[in-house]
């Protein structure tokens, strides 16, 4: 998870640092990431298919940087292997929206109901708050 984390920090540095602009291009004015939660690789393809009868022919499938993730919960112990084989598995061992946000948001996985919180409750920085810090670090 760190390791995606750290990928998401280089697009930003990448995208809104002059240095690497591509010659002659401005660096970009905003930098905007998009969270879908709920959308797997499953919901892009079916999507594909189903307005232009092939796969990979959305917007996003030509996006510089793409990134997956999984955002079970902690106490979860999700077991993709059972979840492809039991049903009823899925119905035991599924994710809140607000569990998935925040593994989304800080690369740290929490309980269900855990908004910005570890499993202990505590506060973590989302990622938007670590590549401000970055920024003004960097800004001369």
């Known amino acids: ?14 995208a809104v640092t ?23 690789y499953n919901q892009l393809q079916a999507v594909s298919y189903y307005e232009y009868g092939k796969d990979a022919r959305q917007i996003y499938n030509r996006f510089p940087f793409q990134f997956a993730m999984s955002t079970y919960s902690y106490y979860c112990n999700y077991d993709p292997a059972l979840a492809w084989s039991s049903w009823e598995y899925v119905k035991t061992c ?17 309980y269900d109901a855990g908004i910005g919180v570890d499993v ?4 973590v920085k989302n990622t938007l708050e670590l590549a401000e810090l970055v920024f003004w670090a960097l800004e001369p």
């Open 120 to 123: 202990d409750g505590n506060p």
């Open 94 to 110: 599924y994710t809140d929206s607000a569990a998935a946000a925040t593994t989304m948001a800080t690369g740290v996985k929490t």
């Open 1 to 14: 998870m760190k390791k995606v984390i750290l990928l998401v920090f280089l697009a930003l540095l990448l």
């Open 18 to 40: 002059p240095a690497f602009a591509a010659p002659g291009k401005p660096a970009a004015k905003n930098t905007i990431i998009m969270i879908s939660d709920g959308w797997g």
